[in-house]
């Protein structure tokens, strides 16, 4: 495959790092974005292969002007990669007391980089792949989490934005035309040993007497440096599915999160069998059911 060109947010730390690494080391070209780029660092790298951006995925001026940087500078974006996200960790009651003159600021601030700012980004991507690129076509990673199939505890409001991350790709998959050629994957990690579950993490210890069987910020360092997942192969795989000409609509990386998603197929398949009787008790007397 020809070498493409892919534009990354969240590039300072984690996989958004390391996949700016891989797509360089393979002769990619890569725009990687950070809300600082002047700490962006890299190796071999010319204005030939690669631009750093500052851009702040809460901001639609900001988005666009560095896909408008990276077409100046590229002219064209195969692979978008939506990777930027935020992480907050506790019980849900608990959260809200322990951040309580802030918390409706923490839940935008989550809100838009996990979901509002993902949909911009993809709102321009596909505008840029299917009128910009010649001929069009490209692909649009979203970095969602096993979290985004299965609920986690200490990670209710977390595990809500991906799950609307991966709402919103699957029912925008059906409203894309074949003949533009874009592609959208859900890629969905495990744990893996970033900085996300250490630094970057903002944790709030339960204060209420009913949660004192959880603590999140304990359990959060216990986990730091032990998850299964190593970042450089994550982005390797990430880099692997943007080759397919045919990537999934779902994929996730990590052997705790294949577990975790079989184990998620095996309980839907048990349960919603148990109570088909009633599923189809509600229909309309006469209903031609589609075979």
């Not at 997942?229 to 990537?247: E, F, H, N, T, Y």
Request: aromatic share 8%; proline share 4%; charged share 25%.
């Amino acid at each position: 495959m020809a070498p493409q060109v892919f534009l990354i947010t969240g590039t300072s730390t984690g996989f958004g790092n390391e996949l700016v690494k891989k797509c360089l080391s393979e002769g990619d070209k890569v725009v990687a974005t950070a809300r600082n780029a002047s700490k962006l660092k890299f190796d071999n790298t010319t204005k030939d292969n690669f631009l750093a951006l500052d851009l702040d995925v809460t901001e639609q001026k900001s988005i666009d002007n560095a896909f408008e940087k990276a077409l100046s500078q590229f002219g064209r974006v195969d692979v978008v990669v939506n990777n930027a996200g935020y992480g907050l960790a506790g019980e849900f009651e608990s959260l809200r007391s322990r951040f309580e003159r802030r918390w409706r600021e923490l839940e935008i601030k989550r809100l838009t980089i996990n979901f509002f700012g993902l949909l911009d980004v993809t709102r321009k991507a596909l505008q840029v792949m299917r009128e910009v690129n010649k001929p069009s076509g490209g692909k649009i990673q979203q970095i969602t989490s096993i979290g985004g199939q299965r609920g986690v505890p200490n990670f209710s409001l977390y595990c809500a934005s991906k799950w609307a991350v991966e709402g919103f790709t699957e029912a925008l998959s059906h409203e894309l035309k074949p003949e533009w050629n874009i592609k959208l994957t859900c890629v969905e990690p495990g744990g893996f040993r970033t900085d996300w579950a250490g630094r970057s993490m903002i944790s709030a210890r339960g204060i209420r007497s009913a949660y004192d069987h959880m603590d999140a910020k304990k359990t959060m360092g216990e986990r730091h440096g032990t998850q299964a997942g190593d970042p450089v192969k994550g982005a390797r795989a990430m880099w692997d599915i943007a080759q397919l000409p045919s990537p999934p609509l779902r994929t996730v990386i990590g052997s705790d999160a294949y577990k975790a998603i079989m184990g998620k197929i095996k309980t839907y398949g048990e349960e919603y069998p148990k109570y088909q009787e009633l599923a189809e008790s509600t229909d309309v007397e006469g209903y031609q059911r589609p075979t």
